[in-house]
């Protein structure tokens, strides 16, 4: 079982960067996809980016897609997400999360992630 611990967040002046990262313990974590998703207040949690449990395939979402890039390092059991150019409304908590079975693709769903990190929280002001 994978278990998940992101850190990196905290505040930033809008348009500067911030790199969070996602380390995982457990033997499986270079067979699953990994994903990124955010929640702001009184908002529901949506998806962000996405990789693949090779590295060879990411995905994101429109809004920050140019802005933001998904990687990960198998050896060192970490997934990250550079975030550069951010905007007021990329203010949320950021969770990481890993696929629910290995080898399945990529997702932007959240219920087809079985394992959760705690969050970390990102806050851009104007």
């Known amino acids: 079982q994978v278990q998940l611990v992101e850190s990196g967040g905290g505040l930033v002046q809008a348009g500067g960067s911030l790199r969070l990262s996602c380390a995982a313990s457990g033997r499986t974590f270079s067979s699953v996809a990994m994903g990124w998703f955010r929640q702001a207040p009184g908002k529901e949690r949506d998806f962000v980016a996405a990789i693949s449990w090779s590295g060879t395939h990411t995905y994101y979402a429109d809004s920050v897609k140019g802005r933001f890039t998904i990687s990960r390092d198998n050896a060192k059991n970490t997934v990250y997400l550079q975030m550069n150019s951010l905007k007021p409304e990329d203010t949320a908590v950021y969770y990481c999360?890993?696929?629910?079975?290995?080898?399945?693709?990529?997702?932007?769903?959240?219920?087809?992630?079985?394992?959760w990190g705690q969050g970390t929280q990102v806050t851009v002001s104007s």
């Open positions: 999360a890993a696929s629910i079975k290995a080898y399945n693709p990529p997702s932007r769903t959240p219920y087809e992630h079985g394992v």
